[in-house]
């Protein structure tokens, strides 16, 4: 595979396939389940969604519980997870590659991506932002380390492989027909459901 950036080869080699051992615990699964209840309150009617960084799809076996009829599509660029993924969610259902090749031939209801975009460089963050916009027929679900301005931060000794920023705010500037639904903030040492530090945010069309 051709990667774009060094953080797609990055995260299509060993540390990706290391992180698939850190998030799969119950507990994780738990929380996703919690995290989504409250992140998707204000959405409607959503029949099918497409998450882009699926990795082995803790966030799309949460969402099949909340959502029993919910039809599931994952991208994730890591071939280990990928497999895990097509396990999951059926193999028909995953595209295995860079989010900038994810073909958006037709859309979903939602598109999501969560803990994904401080990883991509910000130099190709535009040509991703347009394929969430393109994949989603009416909603899309940002959810990721917030900061009003550009910072780099060392992620797990790595220099530049960790960026925060304001995405949604970015996607709202980029695509004026976007509009802001709801947001809010998971907290890492939420004493029942512990996430990240992450800030979602739900867009609409």
């Known amino acids: 595979m051709n990667f774009k950036s060094e953080q797609e080869a990055f995260w299509a080699g060993d540390f990706g396939r290391d992180y698939i051992q850190r998030n799969q615990s119950k507990e994780l699964l738990a929380s996703n389940i919690n995290f989504f209840s409250k992140a998707l309150k204000q959405a409607r009617e959503l029949n099918s969604c497409v998450e882009f960084g699926a990795n082995i799809g803790m966030n799309l076996k949460a969402l099949k519980l909340l959502y029993p009829n919910l039809s599931l599509s994952g991208v994730e660029i890591n071939k280990t997870a990928a497999k895990e993924l097509e396990i999951a969610i059926g193999k028909e259902q995953v595209f295995q590659g860079s989010i900038l090749d994810y073909p958006t031939k037709t859309t979903k209801d939602l598109s999501i991506i969560k803990g994904v975009l401080i990883h991509i460089n910000p130099e190709l963050l535009s040509a991703v932002y347009q394929k969430l916009y393109a994949a ?4 899309i679900l940002i959810a990721e380390y917030y ?43 939420d004493p029942a459901f512990p996430q990240d530090d992450i800030t979602w945010f739900l867009l609409k069309k």
């Open 136 to 139: 989603s027929s009416n909603y």
């Open 147 to 189: 900061n009003p301005s550009p910072v780099s931060i060392n992620y797990r000794g790595h220099k530049d492989r960790l960026f925060k920023r304001d995405f949604a705010g970015e996607m709202l500037e980029k695509f004026p027909d976007l509009k802001l639904v709801d947001y809010g903030f998971s907290y890492r040492k």
